[in-house]
């Protein structure tokens, strides 16, 4: 068989690869640093297996009526943990009471991002917070199905195309399989995410070696009005701080240069929903409900199914939450309907110079607004004197 799907709406979910009968699919990282399935036709039997399960084959996501909350987690420690308002340990934390496992995203020895499913609640603590890396699922979906077969509880967390995939694979409805998703912006490449560790560390004065910690959603400097920034944990001991408009790896992403170009097609905006829950930072909260907004974080949570609805109302008892407009929660969280634009004419080529570069130039543009600034003020003490 040639090819499963087109290149450009392969989103690297892996189903492809657990569901092959013959384990002739192998996710490989292209060019650009996205994983994408290359079949061994020595071991192909033509099953087809793939095609019929590639999420991005089909176009039948369903439109759901969903309910939108603006909430925060009442323990202040466990929120400072997360990148908006700590809702989602309140779920890994109600799916724990019931003997479950949790599955999400972490960085591993090498800070690349990958998928695990565990009950260890240390390891799910490392699920808190944002990876913005393309994640390796590797046989994920095999143990979450192994899991389900044995009556036990699982909350799976991943992005939209994540949760799709995993249905697919398992192509029937669990009882005791929760979903929650994200809400979106794009994929970013594990090649610019590696060469940006790079960058940070010679930036930082460090090297990847002596990488301990990573936080891309610090909360040390706040988070209303995008105020966070990026923050790296050394070996030694060191702490480096990054705000979020001057990082170069953060400025490309939103910007759509790092990104997976298959989220341009992105099929699961607006009110299509795969998942029980949607979770999100509830941006713009500083002008919608000011007096709720308080710096420290705020979470989006979209409702999508009775069983998401049933554990929101549980957990619910421990955050301060509020009713929210879906118009407010789109109009300053656009990634909840919108695809991002991807602009990825020099990913293939892109190292750590370039965001070396993006740092100078980032520089220069505020020495040249100082350098005006203090050009007017002298003009206006000039004038004040004559």
């Given at each position: 068989m040639e090819y499963i799907t087109d290149n450009n709406l392969c989103t690297g979910c892996s189903v492809c690869q657990c569901i092959c009968p013959a384990k002739a699919i192998s996710m490989q990282e292209d060019k650009s640093g996205f994983f994408k399935p290359v079949i061994d036709n020595?071991?192909?039997i033509n099953c087809e297996k793939c095609k019929k399960t590639c999420p991005a084959n089909f176009n039948d996501v369903q439109s759901c009526k969903s309910t939108y909350y603006a909430a925060q987690n009442e323990d202040l420690n466990t929120r400072d943990l997360c990148s908006s308002g700590g809702i989602f340990p309140l779920l890994t934390d109600y799916v724990l009471r019931l003997n479950g496992y949790i599955a999400g995203a972490v960085y591993d020895a090498n800070h690349e991002v990958r998928h695990i499913v565990t009950n260890d609640k240390n390891l799910i603590k490392k699920i808190y917070g944002a990876k913005y890396s393309q994640s390796e699922i590797g046989t994920l979906f095999k143990e979450i199905k192994a899991l389900l077969s044995k009556d036990e509880y699982v909350l799976m967390s991943g992005t939209p195309c994540q949760i799709s995939a995993l249905r697919r694979y398992l192509g029937r409805e669990y009882?005791?399989?929760?979903?929650?998703?994200?809400?979106?912006?794009?994929?970013?490449?594990?090649k610019a995410?590696?060469?940006?560790?790079?960058?940070?560390?010679?930036?930082?004065?460090?090297?990847?070696?002596?990488?301990?910690?990573i936080n891309l959603r610090?909360?040390?400097?706040?988070?209303?009005?995008?105020?966070?920034?990026?923050?790296?944990?050394?070996?030694?001991?060191?702490?480096?701080?990054?705000?979020a408009s001057n990082d170069p790896?953060?400025?490309?992403?939103?910007?759509?240069?790092?990104?997976?170009?298959a989220c341009e097609n992105c099929k699961y905006k607006g009110t299509r929903g795969e998942s029980d829950i949607t979770l999100g930072d509830c941006w713009g909260i500083?002008?919608?409900?000011?007096d709720f907004d308080d710096n420290k974080g705020t979470s989006i949570i979209i409702v999508h199914t009775d069983k998401g609805k049933m554990i929101w109302e549980s957990v619910s008892k421990m955050a301060d939450f509020k009713e929210y407009q879906e118009e407010d929660a789109i109009l300053y969280n656009p990634s909840i309907i919108n695809n991002n634009i991807v602009k990825d004419d020099a990913l293939k080529n892109i190292t750590e110079k370039d965001f070396r570069f993006?740092?100078?130039?980032?520089?220069?543009?505020?020495?040249?607004s100082l350098l005006k600034n203090t050009a007017k003020n002298t003009i206006r003490r000039i004038k004040n004197i004559k």
């Open positions: 020595t071991k192909c009882d005791k399989l929760i979903t929650v998703d994200i809400v979106c912006n794009s994929i970013p490449s594990r995410w590696r060469e940006y560790l790079k960058f940070r560390a010679q930036f930082d004065k460090q090297t990847l070696l002596n990488i301990a910690e610090s909360k040390s400097t706040g988070w209303t009005d995008y105020s966070y920034n990026t923050e790296f944990h050394y070996k030694n001991g060191n702490i480096t701080h990054l705000k790896f953060i400025q490309f992403f939103v910007k759509g240069y790092i990104s997976n170009k500083w002008k919608s409900i000011p993006f740092v100078r130039r980032q520089r220069s543009k505020r020495r040249i």
